[in-house]
């Protein structure tokens, strides 16, 4: 007789408020902000650190000095010395990252409980000194620099051009364009309007306003008290007062005639998620009633030269396709909001017979997501997107949701840059 095949499930989820950065949480970098999270997802469930076998966290901007999170984590919270850990980073997929390898490494049986997330602390982005200066201060930082090095490493920066540090961009590194560049671009190729977009963003914050207000967001979002004190609820980004008329005053970023503005696209963001995963029959055990399992998920990549953030228009319909099903048979869809131009990009893809012809190998489109069932809670648009969180935070929303509503299955859709897209397939238990 066969065994019955081990299925990893979500017991809970929690992240922290999502705040703009340089704000509430500028003196919280990607470690603390983690920490906070795992520490609160810990007090919630009622679980003993020291039951945690395994933690994968995500992060995009890294700290130099101790990029493994995951680790650090462990050994911050004191929890079992032999709580493994690693980290991952796919850009703003890093969370859905981690998620899903934990789950994976849970169904092969390698660990029966992990935690798994993502943080990110835009107000701790380390500033790169150009190569110039490491290079020509390496001998002095290394050695036991004699009064003629000093001399040779001014040598070497002289012409004294380049040698200030650059502001940080968020591009494409192999084609240099810029995240907003590259929305507007899918704009344009999609017909995405501006009033489209602001109604879009819109709604977002209408949403996310609402979710607040009633309540729904308690159980997932954790208080937290920073280092001066300041103790944060709630999420800091959300305007329940955001109307189309509003941002429609708002300029465009990226280009002079542009319809991409700061009020459409995700703010920079800080905060961290964190999931509790187990084996469904070591969560059953210990009394834990699971929310949902991955029924599937699918990472791609398309050329960062068409549309860099176009991915979850091919990585979606492979995650159905993977499922077994089909865009009729789910109940919620959540696309990651980085602007609502790509967001509005991929639901047109994705009700495009073109598109699905040529890019997906299939005679008729994937379907025409319903808006009423399209990021039910808002997105990253509205709540911010701190970029390793994001994933680990639509994850924990998503089981969140079809725990409480009794409906059965989420799509989840995340673009990141290299061209990635990520997806998967949520079903409650």
């Known amino acids: 007789m066969a065994t019955k095949a081990r299925r990893a499930v979500i017991v809970s989820g929690v992240r922290t408020p999502f705040v703009r950065a340089f704000t509430d949480f500028t003196r919280m970098d990607s470690i603390d902000l983690a920490d906070t999270a795992v520490r609160g997802l810990l007090e919630q469930t009622g679980l003993p650190g020291s039951a945690v076998q395994s933690i994968v966290w995500g992060g995009v901007i890294l700290p130099s000095a101790a990029p493994n999170i995951a680790r650090e984590i462990a050994l911050d919270l004191q929890l079992d010395p032999g709580c493994e850990g690693y980290t991952v980073t ?3 997929a890093s969370g859905l990252q981690a998620v899903t390898s934990a789950a994976a490494a849970i169904e092969r049986g390698e660990y029966d409980i992990m935690i798994a997330g993502g943080s990110d602390s835009t107000s ?5 000194l150009p190569q110039k ?7 002095l930082a290394l050695g036991k620099p004699k009064p003629r090095d000093y001399l040779s490493a001014a040598a070497q920066l002289a012409p004294f051009t380049d040698i200030l540090p ?3 961009k968020i591009q494409e590194r ?15 190729i999609h017909g995405i309007s501006r009033a489209a977009q602001d109604e879009f963003a819109a709604r977002s914050h209408h949403r996310a306003a609402a979710a607040i207000e009633s309540g729904r967001f308690d159980s997932e979002v954790l208080s937290v008290t920073t280092p001066e004190g300041k103790t944060i609820t709630r999420d800091g980004l959300v305007r329940a007062n955001s109307t189309v008329e509003k941002l429609a005053t708002l300029p465009p970023v990226f280009a002079k005639h542009g319809t991409v503005t700061a009020g459409n696209a995700s703010p920079l963001t800080d905060g961290a998620s964190a999931v509790l995963l187990m084996s469904e029959e070591k969560a059953r055990a210990l009394g834990f009633e699971p929310l949902a399992a991955f029924r599937s998920w699918s990472f791609v990549s398309v050329d960062p030269r068409d549309q860099v953030l ?3 228009a091919i990585s979606m319909p492979r995650a159905l396709d993977k499922a077994g099903m089909s865009l ?3 109940d919620f869809v959540d696309i990651h909001e980085a602007f609502a131009a790509q967001t509005l990009s991929v639901v047109e893809a994705l009700a495009s017979d073109e598109w699905a012809k040529t890019r997906l190998d299939r005679d008729t489109a994937v379907g025409r997501i319903d808006p009423a069932t399209l990021n039910v809670h808002g997105g990253s648009v509205s709540l911010g997107h701190p ?3 994001t994933g680990a935070r639509m994850v924990t929303t998503m089981a969140n949701e079809l725990a409480l509503t009794g409906r059965s299955t989420a799509l989840l859709g995340i673009c990141a840059a290299g061209g990635i897209g990520a997806s998967a397939v949520l079903e409650r238990i």
């Not at 200066?133 to 001998?139: D, E, K, R, S, Y």
Request: charge should be positive; hydrophobic fraction near 40%; glycine fraction near 10%.
């Open 133 to 139: 200066i490491v290079h020509a201060a390496a001998p």
């Open 328 to 330: 009729s048979d789910i």
């Open 90 to 92: 796919r850009a703003c």
């Open 166 to 168: 650059r502001r940080p």
């Open 387 to 389: 970029f390793g969180a």
């Open 124 to 128: 701790n982005a380390e500033v790169k």
């Open 174 to 188: 192999t084609t240099g364009e810029v995240m907003g560049e590259s929305a507007e671009k899918m704009a344009r």
């Open 310 to 312: 176009i991915g979850p």
